[in-house]
Every structure is written in structure tokens, then in C-alpha cells.
């Protein structure tokens, strides 16, 4: 089977924070189109990995391609502008501004003319219509008001905002740091649905949880994270979610060929 | 597949059943309170201008036209121009959660860098005014490098500058004024700021036009650009700011360099207000300008409040000082009434923050 370049691919990642090495000689690739799931113990490097293809870690050592070509991120901004979008566990919104300034923030758009030319006027119609549009797309118009402020809004709001945020933005990557921890059972389900949606649009994503149903249930395939490098990856339908917790805890020996690709 | 396993595989089937209409977002309080509170949220200036509605009816029943004068009523404008354009300064930096100690000796500095270069060194006089807001932005430069990029907490490093500053005032100027009649006969651009014209009875100067502006002028940008909306986003969670795309270093530096270079057109127009450069002028200015700032309903906490409300805590000052010295008061009244209105402003402050939970 032949596949396409890797979207977003990493060899050899390191990243020590003092003693400690976080990343140790890592692998990772991403392919078009694709649900890939991140699933790890705590403190097996899931974050310096996502942090290192998202520019907010810089890594020692190692390689990122995207589309086949190197990169070198020296900041999030800098990802961004490659069209790799980040959904923080933080969420990062400003609470006191509102939704559609929060969805803009760093690539405000300006009236046109001289309105927006010399006085730097925010288009804040235009923006708004914008998030209005994008909530609705991905079934968020829960929201009454695009003008109030961030802080108004319950936690899964606010996660579906930071995603939608996401999606409207990411040309080439999303990137879902625990989109799901903080939210109920029907929130998660939107967000799950909401994976879905964007996947189906072409935009590959990459999903780190603990919450195995979750995982095994969009996910195409499952990079397992161990002691700071990547241990296999696997395809649930090949394995039960026993096995791959078991594989992610060193309980049971991990299928050494089982590079699924 | 064990047991356990199928208890934790279904339990989202029932979601097809779920009631959709919690889905629908209430948010109705009617409540008075409730209503005012979300008010003030959207508008904070809000309160600042009815208590300096409410203290301007009081003096003026109190005192009559004495108060209610346009002279007396320009006179309280002409009063709080420094500290309304320092105030300005001073929001810009509360707002990005900082505080800038600074503001007065960086105005006093900049004045003296005016009066000397034009004084000592013979250089014309638009050329000097030029090094001292050069000046002033420079100093403010300082500041904002060491707050963004070696990451000093903003009260040590203006703490620190204001020391410097006033020093390197005092060093420089030798401690002596250049007189108001010099200036006057020699450089009158200088007192450019003090140049008074008259509508009806009220009396304005150059420089409460200019308060007034700036703060119209920095109203706009930050409530209408892309800058603006970052100060208040770095205000308000700085880090958050940084991971949405916000260069967060470079804002806090513009800030600083922003209020610096105010500082430097209140130097300017403090020789308009007194007439004279001296060295030992404007003190007080940065608790006075603080003072405006926490009163204008704006959080110390950084990321709320408005610089209209700044102005409006400036005015609420002057109106108070002028009204209670008319009455023949004690001026302690001034400072215990002032006083009184800090803590106030500060309890609203949290007050309003609680319209979130």
C-alpha cells in the first residue's frame, strides 16, 4: 500500500527540560485527512510533542516537515501563519472581550478604505457576521450573542468557541490538546461530532485524550506515547482498548511492526 | 469483552433522547441589580461620570453660581490637565495589568530636557521640544524592554525608574528653574500649552484642548483597532493573549513607549500651566494620576475599564478640590473624601467582575 507524504511529519525530536527529557528521539507523522489520536500515560511527553509541531516548544534537536518540506516554528504565531491551528487545554481567550474579538485576536480584519487604511478602523460588522457564521456551521448558535464577552459563557461554550476558532482558521492542521476533559457527556459528543464534521471537510487532525471510547471511536489511527518517544501506532480496529492501554503502560509488550500506516 | 467494558460503551445512547431545549441559552436576569451590574460590565465609565454628575449638582446647590460658573467650571479643567493627560499614561499601562511609577519624573525630565536644550545649548526651540518627547518616549522604551523581555514586574522596574529619573532630572538641571519671564521674552512656544482663549465666559488653554483629544483619540484606538483590543487582551491573560496569535511583547513595549511619550507632552504643558521649567514641579503627579485611574472605574487588575473613565476620575478630583476650597473647607476634607472614593471605586471594581460567575 502506497501512501501519500505525511502532512505534518517529525523525526527525532528531543526536548530535556534540565534532567529531564521529555521528548527522547521521536517520531510522528500525520497523513491527509486523517483522525490521528495521541493517547500516552501522564508525563510521557503527549504536550512537548504537541507544544514541539505547534511552535510553542522549540525542540533540541530533531526535524518538522509539513508537506514535505522543513520548518522551523519559533513561536505558535508562527505555526499559525502555516495554517496549523491549536485548541490549548487553557483554551487562551481574553474573558472580558467578546466572542468574535476573541476568534480575531492577532488577524483582526480592518474596514476597507481609508477607514481601515490610516485610522486601522476593525471591520467589527464583518468579524462578526464571520463568527456568527462559523458558530452556526458547527451547530454552536446556543450562543445568543456574538458581543458578549467570553467570561459570560459556560465551559463547553467556551471549548465549542476555542474549536470553532480553530476550524475556521486551520488550513492544513488542527491540533486538540483534551478537547473533551472539562466538558459533559453532550458537550463531548458535539465536539466529537464537531471532529467529524471537520474531517470531513479534508483538514487532518490531531487529538490527544485520555478518554479511550473518544479516541478509538474518531480516530483513524492511534500513535501510542511512551517514555518520551513514539511506542507503535495502531489501528483500532486491530486492537480493543485493553490492549491499548496496555500497551501505553508497558503491561503488555508492544507489537513491535505495528507501524500502521 | 468483559462487563465493564459494555457499561462504559453505551451510555451516550440515551443522548438521543436528551430534552434539546436545555441546549437553548437563558439568560434572562431581570432583576434591577442584575441588569445595572451587566451595564456597568459593558460600559464601566458609567459610574465614574454619575458621581461626577452627582458631585457637581451638590457643589453647585451648596455654592450656587460661585460653582456653577463657566469660569469656575473651566477653571476646574484648566486645573486637572496635568494629571487628565498623565492619567491618560497612566490607563494605558493599568490596562495591560501594569502600573507606571515613573509617569512624573519622565514628565518633569522631559520638561527640563526642553527648557535646557533650549536654554543651555542655544538649539531652537521645536527642535528641543522635539528631544524632550524623544526623551520621554525613551524612558518609557526602557521600561516596557525591561517589563516584556527581561520579565521584571512592572511596580520594581517604574519603582526603580522613577528614582533614576528624578534623579538624573535633578543632576542634569542642576536644580535650577529657567524663569517664566525668560521663556516668555525667549522661547514662548515653550508656554504654548498655557495660551488661553475665551467662549463666553469660560476659559479654555491649549492644553485641556489637548487633554480632552487625547483621550477622545485613544478612546477610539483602543475600542476601534486591532492595537487596542491587544493592550486589553494582555490586560487580561497574558498568556492566553500570547497563544492566540498576539505578540505580546511588542504590545506591552508600544504601551510603554506610548506613555512615555504622553508623560513628555504633559512635561511640555506643565511650562504652560506654571510658565516656568522647574525641576521640583509635578511630584505627586503619578499617586495623583493613579488616583484618577482607580476612581475612573478602571481595574488595577488590568484588561477592564475605559480611559474615558480615567478622564471622568480626574474631573471627579478637581471638582471636589475646587468645590470644597470655595466652601472655605479644611483641605484634608479633600484627601479623606478622595479617599473614601478609592476604596469605593475598588469595591464596584469587584463588584462588577462578579457579573461572570
Known amino acids: ?261 | 469483552m468483559s462487563k465493564t467494558d459494555l457499561k462504559g460503551q453505551d451510555y451516550e445512547s440515551v443522548l438521543a433522547n436528551a430534552n434539546q431545549a436545555v441546549a437553548v441559552f437563558q439568560h434572562r436576569r431581570s432583576s434591577f441589580a442584575h441588569r445595572l451590574q451587566h451595564a456597568l460590565h459593558v460600559n464601566p465609565s458609567i459610574v465614574p461620570l454619575i458621581v461626577l454628575g452627582l458631585s457637581i449638582v451638590v457643589f453647585g446647590v451648596l455654592l450656587g453660581s460661585k460653582f456653577l460658573s463657566p469660569f469656575a467650571l473651566t477653571l476646574i479643567l484648566q486645573q486637572v490637565q496635568i494629571v487628565g493627560i498623565i492619567a491618560a499614561a497612566q490607563s494605558l499601562v493599568i490596562l495591560t495589568a501594569g502600573i507606571d511609577l515613573s509617569v512624573g519624573a519622565i514628565m518633569v525630565l522631559s520638561s527640563v530636557v526642553m527648557g535646557q536644550f533650549t536654554f543651555r545649548y542655544g538649539i531652537p526651540v521645536p527642535i528641543s521640544i522635539l528631544c524632550g518627547l524623544l526623551c520621554g518616549t525613551l524612558c518609557g522604551f526602557i521600561n516596557g524592554v525591561l517589563v516584556s523581555r527581561v520579565k521584571l514586574p512592572p511596580f520594581i522596574v517604574t519603582l526603580g525608574m522613577w528614582q533614576i529619573v528624578l534623579a538624573t532630572n535633578f543632576l542634569y538641571s542642576a536644580n535650577e528653574s529657567i524663569r517664566a519671564q525668560d521663556i516668555e521674552a525667549h522661547a514662548p512656544l515653550l508656554q504654548f500649552f498655557g495660551t488661553k482663549f475665551s467662549l463666553g465666559g469660560a476659559v479654555f488653554t491649549v492644553g485641556v484642548v489637548f487633554m480632552i483629544a487625547l483621550v477622545l483619540v485613544l478612546t477610539y484606538a483602543l475600542r476601534h483597532t486591532a492595537w487596542g483590543r491587544h493592550v486589553y487582551a494582555v490586560g487580561d491573560d497574558k498568556e492566553a493573549a500570547k497563544l492566540s496569535g498576539v505578540k505580546t511583547d511588542r504590545v506591552l513595549i508600544s504601551v510603554y513607549m506610548l506613555s512615555g511619550l504622553i508623560c513628555a507632552f504633559a512635561g511640555w504643558a506643565m511650562i504652560g500651566r506654571i510658565g516656568s521649567v522647574s525641576p521640583t514641579a509635578g511630584q505627586l503627579a503619578n499617586i495623583e494620576s493613579i488616583t484618577a485611574v482607580v476612581i475612573g472605574g478602571i481595574s488595577l487588575f488590568g484588561g477592564r475599564g475605559s480611559i474615558l473613565g480615567a478622564l471622568f476620575g480626574a474631573l471627579i478630583v478637581g471638582v471636589f478640590t475646587l468645590g470644597l476650597r470655595l466652601l472655605g473647607a479644611d483641605a484634608q476634607w479633600t484627601y479623606l473624601l478622595i479617599g473614601v472614593l478609592i476604596i469605593g471605586a475598588v469595591a464596584v471594581d469587584q463588584w462588577i467582575r462578579k457579573v461572570s460567575v
Open chain 1, 1 to 261: 500500500m502506497q501512501m501519500p507524504t505525511p502532512i505534518l511529519a517529525a523525526k527525532n525530536l528531543v526536548k530535556r527540560y534540565g534532567r529531564v527529557t521529555a521528548l527522547d528521539h521521536c517520531d510522528f507523522e500525520l497523513y491527509p485527512g486523517e483522525v490521528l489520536a495521541v493517547i500516552g500515560d501522564n508525563g510521557a511527553g503527549k504536550s512537548s510533542l504537541i507544544k514541539a509541531i505547534s511552535g510553542a516548544v522549540i525542540p533540541e534537536e530533531g526535524e518538522i516537515y509539513l508537506e514535505g518540506e522543513r520548518i522551523n516554528f519559533s513561536s505558535p504565531l508562527d505555526a499559525r501563519e502555516h495554517g496549523i491551528e491549536t485548541v490549548y487545554q487553557q483554551l487562551a481567550m481574553s474573558p472580558a472581550l467578546s466572542i468574535a474579538d476573541n476568534m480575531f485576536m492577532g488577524r483582526e480584519l480592518l474596514k476597507p478604505g481609508i477607514r481601515g487604511k490610516l485610522f486601522r478602523q476593525l471591520d467589527r460588522p464583518g468579524m462578526e457576521k464571520f463568527a456568527r457564521e462559523k458558530l452556526s456551521e458547527l451547530g454552536l448558535m446556543t450562543i445568543q450573542n456574538i458581543r458578549q464577552a467570553v467570561e459570560t459563557l459556560s465551559g463547553g461554550q467556551r471549548q465549542g468557541v476555542a474549536v470553532a476558532r480553530a476550524a475556521a482558521f486551520g488550513s492544513k492542521v488542527i491540533i486538540l490538546d483534551e478537547p473533551t476533559a472539562a466538558l459533559g457527556v453532550k458537550e463531548s459528543r458535539r465536539v466529537l461530532e464537531l471532529i467529524l464534521e471537520v474531517k470531513s471537510r479534508g483538514i487532518p487532525i490531531v487529538l490527544i485524550s485520555h478518554n479511550m471510547p473518544h479516541v478509538f471511536e474518531v480516530a483513524d489511527r492511534i500513535h501510542i506515547h511512551r517514555l518520551g518517544k513514539r511506542l507503535c501506532v495502531i489501528r483500532p480496529e486491530d486492537y480493543n482498548m485493553n490492549d491499548a492501554v496496555a500497551f501505553m503502560t508497558g503491561a503488555k509488550e508492544s507489537p513491535q511492526l505495528a507501524q500502521a500506516v
